[in-house]
Structure formats: structure tokens, C-alpha cells
Nanobody, 113 residues
Framework: VQLQASGGGLVQAGGSRRLSCAAS????????VDWYRQGPGKERELVAS???????NYKDSVKGRFTISRDNVKRTLYLQMNSLKPEDTALYYC????????WGQGTQVTVSS
């Protein structure tokens, strides 16, 4: 299993960013995949998840601002982040639970005020 996240960077508050996660080594189409994040001095937390049937769930603080989506043909997970806030600053990870937890390497998003 490999999860390769990309798309992070420095963005001003109120701006947007789209993260991508390229997946390989498992049947992407039939599995729920997630985005987690870990901010400075904070625990890792679930941001959003999407099931094989495209059912989505979001952390309350990102509802209405973030959108998770997937392209099963490209085997890629996305996170569209709008109206970014400084408190969104974190290392963002894509995640898969397939018996055990698999994590991508993380991509840093820094939101400046």
C-alpha cells in the first residue's frame, strides 16, 4: 500500500488549496479513505472521510469549507480547502484502514493571518 499526498504549501487566510493523494497497492474503489491532520502541539485528528459509495463525513470545524472527493479511475483522493484559517495549519495525511492503519507521508499546509 502506498499513499502519496501532495498539494500543500503556504496560503493566506481566506485562501484555497487542493490536496491530492495518489493511492496504489490496494483496491482503491471499494475502500473508505480519509484525510487527517496534525497541527503544531496537537494530536492527529480526522478531517474528512469518503466511503466507496461516496458518502462523506467531516469534522465540524471544516464543514462548509472543505470538500473531500475521490476519482476511482485515477485512484486519487482529494481535499478541496476553501476559506482557510490559521487554525487549519497542519500536516495533512491521507489514511486507509485495511486491517491496519496506512498513512501517507503528509503534506504541510500553512495558513498565514
Amino acid at each position: 500500500v502506498q499513499l502519496q499526498a501532495s498539494g500543500g504549501g503556504l496560503v493566506q487566510a481566506g485562501g484555497s488549496r487542493r490536496l491530492s493523494c495518489a493511492a496504489s497497492g490496494f483496491n482503491f474503489r471499494i475502500n473508505t479513505v480519509d484525510w487527517y491532520r496534525q497541527g503544531p502541539g496537537k494530536e492527529r485528528e480526522l478531517v474528512a472521510s469518503i466511503s466507496s459509495g461516496h458518502t462523506t463525513n467531516y469534522k465540524d470545524s471544516v464543514k462548509g469549507r472543505f470538500t473531500i472527493s475521490r476519482d476511482n479511475v485515477k485512484r486519487t483522493l482529494y481535499l478541496q480547502m476553501n476559506s482557510l484559517k490559521p487554525e487549519d495549519t497542519a500536516l495533512y495525511y491521507c489514511h486507509l484502514k485495511l486491517g491496519i492503519d496506512y498513512w501517507g507521508q503528509g503534506t504541510q499546509v500553512t495558513v498565514s493571518s
